[in-house]
């Protein structure tokens, strides 16, 4: 018996499960005892479906305390609790399934639950197992109520402070929305996890962290509140990790990849400029809209002053040929009257959704534009210099342009909100 001595030595994780499945079985035996009693009690009195749901309630609960406190050795908490019952959601929807097939096919009402139990059995473990032991990491459910780029910043602190501190954290917007990134692809970025998840921070079963609005506390403050939550939903844009978003910029840009379609068509867009080595590639924002309200109107900017600045970019740069891919959310841009203001200059205007406009900025080789989180991110994949124009008198120099690590370390400065304490609620 020694090869099994040496086995469990050498694959521990395989030996506790194989304790794991024993402790399993004395579970399961005892809840599916308790569940096919309750069964026969009921079944003279209502129909199969009915009895076997009955019984299942009454198993489930004490499935639960005996999976947590002696099949996996935890303690109970939201977050296994939220698992343990969203397993055996799919476990009920499979076993009235093969339940009623089995009747269908003509097996006995007191045999067709035992052959039910034998076959979801296995299939219950393996879940479990996930809810209770891969799952035991914190997790957080990012979400917030801005703009695309917005989200893509907020998410990219956060994900960056969970990689750093052994944590986990879902978009819970990405989930859903803007579907152009390869996040949008990731386990656990699906409309159910969003669904359920908003429900439970709803029903207060989640602790819901405010960082709506901008915090007196440093980083320091921030680190220390989240380390209290083993799960939390998290909203609001005050929330940076500065040092460990540069650390972990690789991973963010990745996670928020274009997808392949969406590479495609700004690619097709960008052609017949996007090889040659004679031009320069420049990206313009134009952003309107909400910027006629937003602080004052500081950052809105009409097309005469673009079409300036356009044109003072063009004399900096006399050796080569200029291309301008010019952005922006404002229906009413006229490609005629740019191309007359500044006529040896060629434009495009993609005039693609938001991530195939995002995917054009982040392929050029210089970037500007009013402030905005959305010229920010476009720098973020390549690190494209980027001029951001703080008011509308502003000429070019060479100090113009600057990396998006500075930018974002200044992004808090440039959009000024009022201070409030750091504050959360649960």
Known sequence: MNWIYELGQRYPERKKDFWRIVRFGVTGSVSSLLHYGVYCLVLPWSTAAVAYTVGYGVGLICNYVLTTYFTFQRQPSVGNAMGFVGSHILNYLLEIILLELFLWLGVGEFLAPILVMVIVVPINFLLLRYVFIHHSLPLFFVHDRGQMCNNILQFGHLYAWSRENNARALSTRFAYKYQYFHICRTRGHHFIVYALSKLAARLHLLPVLDFDVRRQADEVGM????????????????????????????????????????????????????????????????????????????????DATMQRLIREFRQAH?????????????????????????????????????????????????????????????????????????????????????????????????????????????
């Open 318 to 426: 006399p050796e080569k040929k200029l291309v301008v891919y010019l952005c922006g959310n404002d229906p009413s841009l006229s490609p005629e009257a740019y191309r007359k203001a500044v006529p040896d200059v060629e434009f495009v205007f993609p005039k693609g959704n938001p991530g195939e406009d995002l995917c054009v900025l982040s392929h050029c080789d210089y970037l500007m534009g009013a402030p905005s989180t959305f010229s920010l991110v476009a720098s973020m994949y390549r690190d494209v210099p980027l001029w951001w124009i703080y008011d509308k008198d502003a000429t070019l120099t060479p100090e113009s342009f600057s990396s998006f690590d500075t930018l974002l370390r200044s992004l808090d400065d440039v959009f000024i909100d009022v201070p409030t304490p750091l504050s959360s609620r649960a």
């Open 223 to 302: 680190d220390a509140l989240l380390r209290q939550y083993h799960w939390a939903w998290i909203d609001g844009w005050y929330v940076h990790f500065n040092d460990l978003f540069a650390k972990y910029r690789r991973e963010i840009c990745n996670l928020f990849a274009f997808l392949p379609e969406v590479e495609q068509k700004a690619q097709l867009k960008m052609m017949p400029w996007l090889t040659r080595e004679n031009y320069i590639r420049l990206g313009v924002h134009i952003r309107r809209g909400d910027y006629a309200r937003f602080l004052g109107g500081r950052y809105f900017y009409d």
